[in-house]
């Protein structure tokens, strides 16, 4: 019988997540029964969504929300044999027995030397939010210029790439020097620190004096209320994600943009990943076949043991996150 070591939230977030709203749970799984397999996780993803979801999805005392990339380990299903690996929504578990119910099988031809740490990065649900942002949402053109903020992140960072690809000028924003020098690293055309910069406003109409077609928004706040202002007549914003709200305990109020969209006939639509769910098998082939085009682009990894900020491991670039090491100790300081 296998035993499970699970991280159970024991207290929704107030503020910051900290240690003290986890508690090391162990469970007897039973053994898999006809159609179910016995999954063993490999990489664990900690993705922002989960401080928002977590409160209107979970109850206290349930294991912690999560996906993870997985090895089937014992199967009585014939979808999943021993030996292949999965994408699935199990939570923050080492064992899971599933019915195969949210479980993908991961690309058949995944090459050998690619992680599949990838798998919960640039060839996964955050490529994806990429791809679809500027695809499905903007409608990304060649020649144009993108903003993008929280660019360093496991988001931003691949949006920077497929626009540098699809030919378009890019300027990105991110938190620390380390991370700017990152992004020039990954092509982008112009990145700043946005905490040490004097002025949000006048670095933005440097970058770009004609001002941005698009914007593929991951922050929201002050950010936003700067940059919407700097989109050019007709411009395009995309609402992935609006992080530095995520631990607010009272909400931010104004300025709104309402008066900027009128007089430059904007157009922002938020969107969820999950919306184009029917092209994830062909998109992460194109994915994939970006990162073996060239080396450098989508060569980001996504996490590696269970180390959780989507860099390399030991991260470079001081990411707050929260960290599982391998003995499953949780913790919430700088990886
Ligand atoms: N709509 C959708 O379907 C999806 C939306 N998302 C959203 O996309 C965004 C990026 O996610 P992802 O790339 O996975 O995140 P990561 O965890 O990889 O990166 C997040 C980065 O955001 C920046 N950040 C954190 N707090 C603040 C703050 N208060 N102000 C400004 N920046 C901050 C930090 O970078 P720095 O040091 O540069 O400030 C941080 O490293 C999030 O908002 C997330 O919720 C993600 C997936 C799907
Ligand atoms: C309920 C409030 C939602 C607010 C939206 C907050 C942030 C946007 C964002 O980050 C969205 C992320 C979507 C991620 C989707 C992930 C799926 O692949 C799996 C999620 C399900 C799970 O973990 O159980």
């Given amino acids: 019988m296998v035993q499970a070591k699970t ?10 997540p900290k240690d003290s709203n986890f508690e090391l749970k162990l469970e007897q799984l039973p053994e898999p029964k ?35 990339v997985a090895k089937v380990i014992q199967s009585i299903n014939p979808a999943f044999p021993v030996g292949c690996h999965v994408v699935g929504r199990c939570g923050w578990r080492t064992h899971t027995v599933s019915d195969g119910t949210g479980l993908t099988c991961l690309l058949s031809d995944w090459p050998q030397d690619v992680s599949m740490s990838l798998a919960l990065g640039a060839i996964g649900m955050p490529g994806l939010t990429a791809l679809y942002g500027l695809e499905e949402v903007l409608g990304l053109q060649a020649g144009e210029t993108l903003l993008v903020n929280a660019a360093a992140g496991a988001v931003g960072s691949i949006v920077g790439q497929i626009a540098k690809i699809k030919g378009c000028r890019v300027v990105g924003s991110s938190g620390s020097n380390g991370k700017v ?17 004097n002025s949000l406003e006048e670095v ?12 593929f928004e991951n922050v929201g706040g002050l950010f936003s209320s700067v940059a919407i202002p700097q989109m050019k007549e007709f411009g395009r914003i995309a609402v992935c994600g609006s992080i530095s709200t995520y631990n607010d305990t009272n909400p931010q109020t104004g300025p709104y943009p309402h008066l900027t969209m009128i007089f430059k006939q904007l157009k922002m639509e938020g969107f969820m990943v999950g919306r184009w769910e029917h ?49 499953w100790n949780v913790s919430t300081k700088q990886v």
């Fill in 204 to 215: 933005l109409m440097t970058a770009a004096p004609d001002g941005y077609d698009c914007f």
């Fill in 279 to 327: 092209k994830n098998p062909e998109s992460l082939r194109r994915l994939m076949a970006w990162k073996r085009e060239a080396s450098t682009v989508l060569g980001i990894k996504a996490s590696l043991g269970l180390s959780l900020c989507h860099h390399s491991t030991p991260c470079s670039l001081s990411c707050t996150q929260f960290s599982i090491d391998m003995e």
């Fill in 7 to 16: 991280w159970v939230l024991t207290r929704h977030f107030e503020g910051f």
């Fill in 181 to 197: 020098a990152f992004l020039k690293e990954l092509g982008f055309d112009e990145a700043f620190n946005y905490k040490t910069v």
């Fill in 34 to 68: 006809d159609g179910e397999v016995l999954l063993e996780a490999l990489f664990l993803s900690v993705d922002p969504y989960m401080r928002p979801f977590s409160r209107v999805r979970m109850k206290e005392g349930e294991v912690m929300i999560g996906t993870q």
